[in-house]
Nanobody, 126 residues
Framework: QVQLVESGGGLVQAGTSLRLSCVTSGRAINSNAMAWFRQPLGKERDLVAA????????YYAESMKDRFTISRDNAKNTVYLQMNSLKPEDTAVYYC???????????????????WGQGTQVTVSS
């Protein structure tokens, strides 16, 4: 059974940083792209960042491009999201997602990710 478990969320002040981690168990992630999505309360789930199978290519939503960094350590089956200069509007539940095994390229559509974590809450106070 494949499981994705996020950690690292919390309550922080604006301007500070957090690093989210996502550990996958039950399958190696070295052949598939991974991504982080987020969903503010009462709003849709949107893509934050994505990374291809070996970290050679990344994608960021425009508003996160200069503040967030996605990375991966395939040896640890882990994907990270470094979030700097956090703003109150970054408050959301953050989800880790995996594309199917062998799907190495980035996708910006949530429909192309078949495994999801349970989410971790990030709250940024002003």
């Amino acid at each position: 059974q494949v499981q994705l478990v996020e950690s690292g969320g919390g309550l922080v002040q604006a301007g500070t940083s957090l690093r989210l981690s996502c550990v996958t168990s039950g399958r190696a992630i070295n052949s598939n792209a991974m991504a982080w999505f987020r969903q503010p309360l009462g709003k849709e789930r949107d893509l934050v960042a994505a990374i291809d199978f070996d970290g050679g290519m990344t994608y960021y939503a425009e508003s996160m491009k200069d503040r967030f960094t996605i990375s991966r350590d395939n040896a640890k089956n882990t994907v990270y999201l470094q979030m700097n200069s956090l703003k109150p509007e970054d408050t959301a539940v953050y989800y880790c997602a995996a594309r199917p095994y062998g799907s190495s390229a980035i996708s910006t559509s949530a429909l192309n990710y078949d495994k999801w974590g349970q989410g971790t809450q990030v709250t940024v106070s002003s």
